[in-house]
């Protein structure tokens, strides 16, 4: 399936069907992130009710006054959990890219077992871990939050079985790097733009994602996410009717041997001829192996033709170096 030329795969069968149908679905999603390093996926099983009452809670939340979203700050942890202000953060210095801060704020949420080593398979208890804090308001969003990140970590969990089997490896290949994974809950909002961009400032530069898979579900809002071609074509990625959007970040590109590619891509602002709210939300999980992860090419993604492009990283090291090159300034308190 495509939308506008957009790759669409129904994953519902590799959670419900037999050997063949989950190879067939892992072939097709295979493919997708081979040609494009982007796909949508429906048929996920994330209840949509679940969706939209989180994005509901996270609206509200951003409407809140900035003094309130500021107290949510956590000194020295600002990328991976807490508020994100705006003004701090531009993701394309990972590309040693010269440009103004990018114009979004963010509400982070770490998974909390990877916070207290527990195996993917132990149930959680509402309020467990010190790291993440949360708001007071909203009532309910912490509840929400909770729920909504089971929900898409389970789907999260399933992205590297089908990645197993997409690149001709047992279908339990990546269980040992995933027992206690990386999982980043994000949630952003481009507020509508009062006052014009500064030059060259977007909504997030251009920049490649670091880690694992990124899981993405984005509204249709004025000013979305783009895509980058071989050629160097940006191209705007649809807003795919209750699908999330995947794609590779650099780990897996590396563990592949570039086989899937890690697409460049961008949050670009809205036309300034447009009337009315262009607050876009986005919420994304960013997903990776176990921190200590050794990451080295594949056994399938290398031959005579296909020499060894990386040489092995740590996981978490090499996602940590990331985030503090995007982090252009500490988020400041006493101006509020």
């Known amino acids: 399936m495509e939308q506008d030329g957009f790759p669409i795969v129904d994953v519902a069968a590799f959670a419900t069907g037999d ?7 892992a072939r097709e999603f295979g493919r997708a992130l081979e040609t494009t390093g982007f796909v949508a ?4 099983g994330v209840p ?5 009452a989180t994005y509901d809670a996270m609206k509200a939340f951003f409407a809140l006054p900035l003094a309130d979203k500021m107290s949510l700050v956590i000194a020295g942890r600002a990328k991976t959990c807490g508020y994100l202000p705006i ?24 998974s909390l077992r990877r916070e207290l080593n527990l195996p993917k398979d132990t149930p959680l208890r509402p309020g467990e871990g010190a790291r993440n804090v949360w708001p007071e308001q909203p009532q309910g969003l912490h509840e929400l939050v909770m729920r909504y990140f089971e929900s898409v970590e389970r789907l999260a969990l399933m992205l590297p079985r089908m990645m197993a089997l997409a690149l001709d490896l047992p279908e339990d290949f990546f269980a040992p790097y995933y027992t206690v994974p990386a999982l980043t809950l994000r949630f952003v909002n481009y507020p509508d ?6 030059p060259g400032q977007l909504r997030y530069g ?12 984005q ?7 783009q895509i980058c071609s071989k050629s160097g074509v940006w191209r705007d990625v649809p807003a795919v009717p209750e699908a999330f959007i995947i794609n590779v970040a650099e780990l897996i590109a590396r563990w592949t041997n570039e086989r899937w590619k890690s697409t460049l891509h ?3 602002n809205p036309s300034r001829a447009l009337t009315g709210s262009t607050q876009r939300l986005s919420m994304v999980l960013f997903t990776g192996p176990n921190d200590d992860a050794e990451i080295t090419c594949l056994p399938t993604c290398t031959d005579a033709a296909h020499p060894v492009l990386y040489p092995p990283v740590r996981a978490g090291a090499f996602v940590r170096a990331k985030l503090n090159k995007s982090m252009v300034a500490p988020p400041v308190l006493e101006d509020v």
């Not at 733009?193 to 500064?198: F, G, H, K, L, M």
């Not at 251009?206 to 579900?217: E, K, P, Q, S, V």
């Open 206 to 217: 251009a920049h490649h994602d670091y880690g694992g898979f990124t899981i993405l579900r």
């Open 87 to 110: 003004g701090v953060e531009s993701v394309a210095a990972t590309l040693d890219a010269d440009q103004p801060p990018d114009l979004c704020e963010a509400l982070v949420f770490q």
């Open 219 to 225: 509204d249709a809002a004025p000013g979305g996410l």
């Open 48 to 52: 949509e009710a679940d969706i939209q």
């Open 266 to 268: 961008r949050v670009v």
């Open 193 to 198: 733009q009062i006052d014009p961009p500064a």
């Open 19 to 25: 050997a063949a149908a989950r190879a067939a679905v």
């Open 41 to 44: 996926i429906v048929g996920h």
